[in-house]
């Protein structure tokens, strides 16, 4: 209670034109006081010669009142100074040298809380009151404090720049409209404010996804300085174990071998890394930037808006992770192979096949030479589970076993109408998109299928071309009959050689480009293999020739 006395004397004591305590106190006729030099300033600053007027109630004097010191309120003064009660208002609500000043204060100014985009003036919380109590003042446009008010102002024509100039991209007042911008494109700054906003939000989901995909990148690399550590480590053990078995003279190569290998590992190692460290300065340089544009988005003042925004949305160079190739998981295991083949050929190995082992070595390239598996084990950590689209088959097609078997009927299956689905041939596409590596089998019964990969902007409604698998430039197709294989691309058909099989296995590396197709029975045999460059992700087909056949994706361990 005797705290709230003590804010209830400040108030009463205090000069409303300084909204300090009051200093030299003066009373004047109509029972306000002032601080004697806050009056006297404000009657020399009136404009009406020889009619005075009171700052709080508006009562007007003639002549001018003579300001006699109020003893009284002089003494009071002392005794709040001598009992404490005197503290002004804290430091932290003056304006300092950073700080936007009110422009209505005189003598100390308080710090603004607001400024006005149309009074051009800045305001601390008590002068801005009357732009929340008068009408007309409610429309103005407030904003957080701002020492670059003057800048709204034209310089040719002392008006507020409201309107933006699109043909010259500066704010302009509306007399620039009538001269100088005549006939220009203009829009009020506030719209093109809120066009930009959105350009601005658009920018920062881009960054955001450039974002997310390097830091995929990045961890992808740390995975890959594992397993290169890993097949390093591996094939230095074995090609040990089996070089020590050769004697003396096969143990010095054994050294050799591991020289190398360690070499070698340290070099791709050393690549990789260096390239993890440009994307981790990228999504910083990225995030930084995001930053930016996010307090650039909550500007109030847009003609501050649209002045940084070009400046804040150019961005660097991006390091395309396009030109990352990850290698498989085993990185050496040539090197191996190549000592397992040379281990009962003493004299070949003091002699030629060294030059093999080295070169093994040598070769390994983990970024820019992707090698494709060699075994079916080797495939089989690239397999993925894929399911059949019901909105792509057709409708002579019968779904089974959970989406991932096909089967041609004799009567049309009752499936609705979709924009996906393939109206004339018995043809249907996966659910799944395929990027990256992937591997996957399909198990056929009957007179023959297609086992096919494809854009997913292949044609789907009538029976020309452009609709069959293998028959464009949006597909690539393996044909499977009961004597033989063909391939097709574009229309062009090519005769393939392999041992017959019901069973297909088909190998992607959508970012190396490659396609191929297995044989599988006791062993795979490649019957074909394509290498280009794939411009979006593909989908998994399957074109079952005639009645009674089926084909089913295979769930692989």
Known sequence: MAQKGVQLDRKTFSCSICLDLLKDPVTIPCGHSYCMNCIKIHFDGEDRKGIHSCPQCRKTFTPRPVLEKNIMFTELMEQLKQTELQAAPADHCYAGPEDVACDVCTGRKLKASKSCLSCLASYCEKHLQPHYDAAPLQKHKLVAPSKKLQENICSRHDEVMKIFCRTDQQSICYLCTMDEHKGHETVPAAAERTEKQKELEVRRLNIQQRIQDRE?????????????????????????KMLTELIRLIQKRSSDVKQQVRSQQETEVSRVKELQEKLEQEIAELKRKDAELEQLSHTEDQNQFLHNLPSL???????????????????????????????????????????????????????????????????????????????????????????????????????SDHPDRFTYYWQVLSRESLTGRCYWEVEWRGGGICVSVAYKNISRAGESDECVFGYNDKSWSLGCYSNSYKFFYNKVQTVLSGPQSSRVGVYLDHRAGILSFYSISETMTLLHRVQTTFTQPLYAGLWPFCYGVSAELIKLK
């Not at 990148?217 to 090609?239: C, P, R, Y």
């Not at 992770?321 to 190995?349: C, H, M, W």
Request: glycine content about 4%; aromatic content about 6%; hydrophobic content about 35%.
């Open 216 to 240: 995929k990148d990045v961890t992808l690399l740390q995975q890959e300085v594992e397993a290169i550590n890993g097949s390093a480590d591996k094939a230095v053990e074995d090609s040990e």
């Open 313 to 415: 949305s150019a961005l660097s160079e991006s390091t395309h992770s396009s030109s990352i190739n990850i290698g498989p998981l085993r990185y050496f295991e040539d090197v191996t192979a190549a000592v397992s083949e040379t281990r009962d050929k003493l004299q070949d190995i003091l002699r030629e096949e060294w030059t093999n082992i080295s070169l093994t070595v040598t070769e390994e390239d983990v970024l820019l030479s992707p090698s494709e598996p060699k075994t079916r084990a080797g495939f089989l950590k690239y397999s993925c589970e894929i399911t059949l689209d019901p909105n792509t088959v057709n409708s002579w097609l019968l779904l089974s076993e959970g989406n991932r078997k096909v089967t041609v009927m004799k009567k049309q299956q009752s499936y």
